[in-house]
């Protein structure tokens, strides 16, 4: 096993299966091929990997293997490769994982993308929150009374009003911080994918945007093993470890339970409710023309147009009603100073 315990990301790993499938096309052999990216290798994590995969490729060991033993590429991945290695169709199978991953980073570029902006709007407005609360409102008191200005009763409930709010932004908004960057960290981990994966199931402010991810992954899983020969079977056998969430899973086992009784593919999956049903019915027509595969790549394009809509929505519905609140919150800080401010310009005049 080597040294790197930490996963490849999806950029990566489209980036290593397109260097494979280069090597192929090229009539390199496996080892020799490993062995010249390695003599290339710039960082000492690269070179750990792919001094692992040279020494079971010499053993004469198929690709799958070597990948398995070092620990950082998908089990999908490994499992295709398998599959590729035993149908003779490693080439096509490592092109299309390649562009199977360029899919997958390219999705969660833009789910982070989308997550960035309003965070980063809560966090600068929190922050100008907490400078009016921690340094304007007592620099103000402190004027005030020197003026030797009476404060009147609600000008000063609001003047406290606006403090406790800043004061307790300026505790929260660490925490929050702290918290993030540590669900960041755990969500890259195995039960931190799980769990979070549960949770976006499951929420309701998520679950439309989750469900519509895990389709698409589905419909883009299938279609690269359909295309690499697996039986439809072991394809839905597979197919739920990709998904990342447990409701369309239970949707796949009860499909293969359907088509175990007799229901053809399309028939299991329409009534499985995996797939609406104008994307049902374009799956049994490819069905019907042999072409299935090309209708799940198909379907998992339109998925992903589809989630682009609705993380814009999302982020669209988000970034008004975090600026409202925000901005109540400095509009009461803004009063509790102008209220008293007010009061003295009167007493003086």
């Known amino acids: 096993m080597a040294d790197t315990a930490k996963a490849l990301t999806p950029s990566e ?6 260097q494979v499938t280069l090597l192929l096309r090229a009539g390199i052999p ?10 290339d290798a710039e960082d000492e994590r690269t070179r750990s990997i792919l001094r692992v995969m040279t020494e079971k490729l010499d053993e004469n060991a198929p690709l799958y293997l070597a990948l398995r033993a070092t620990g950082v590429f998908p089990d999908y991945m490994v499992s295709m490769a398998e599959i590729g290695a035993a149908s003779g169709r490693l080439e096509e199978v490592m092109s299309s994982l390649s562009a199977y991953y360029e899919r997958e980073q390219a999705m969660q570029a833009r789910i982070r993308s989308a997550v960035a902006y309003p965070v980063l709007l809560f966090a600068m407005m929190s922050a100008v929150v907490i400078l009016l609360a921690a340094k304007v409102l007592p620099m103000f008191r402190q004027v005030l009374e020197q003026l030797g200005g009476e404060m009147p009763a609600a000008a000063g409930a609001v003047m406290q009003v606006g403090m406790s709010a800043g004061t307790v932004l300026a505790w929260v908004l660490p925490g929050l911080l702290v918290l993030i960057l540590l669900g960041a960290l755990w969500g890259k981990t195995a039960p931190g994918k799980a769990f979070f994966g549960r949770l976006a199931a499951t ?12 389709a698409g992954r589905f419909a883009s899983a299938m279609s690269l093993m359909l295309a690499s020969g697996m039986d439809t079977d072991a394809a839905l056998e597979m197919v739920p470890a990709v998904l990342e969430n447990p409701y369309l ?3 796949v086992e009860e499909c293969r339970r359907m088509m175990k009784e007799g229901s053809s593919f399309s028939e299991a999956v329409a009534k499985a409710g995996i797939f609406p049903a104008l994307f049902a019915r374009m799956l049994t027509v490819g069905v019907k023309t042999g072409a299935t595969d090309t209708v799940l790549a198909k379907l998992a394009g339109l998925y992903e147009d589809e989630l682009e809509e609705a993380l814009d929505r999302a982020v669209s519905l988000v970034e008004p009603l975090l600026i ?3 901005s109540v919150v400095v509009g009461v800080i803004l009063i509790s100073v102008m209220l008293p401010l007010v009061g003295v310009m009167s007493s003086i005049g």
């Open 13 to 18: 790993t489209a980036a290593f299966c397109s």
């Open 30 to 39: 496996l080892y020799e091929g490993i062995s010249l990216l390695l003599e």
């Open 203 to 214: 929420s309701v402010f998520t679950r439309k945007i989750a469900s519509k991810s895990a």
């Open 249 to 251: 899973g239970r949707k």
């Open 324 to 326: 409202a609140v925000l």
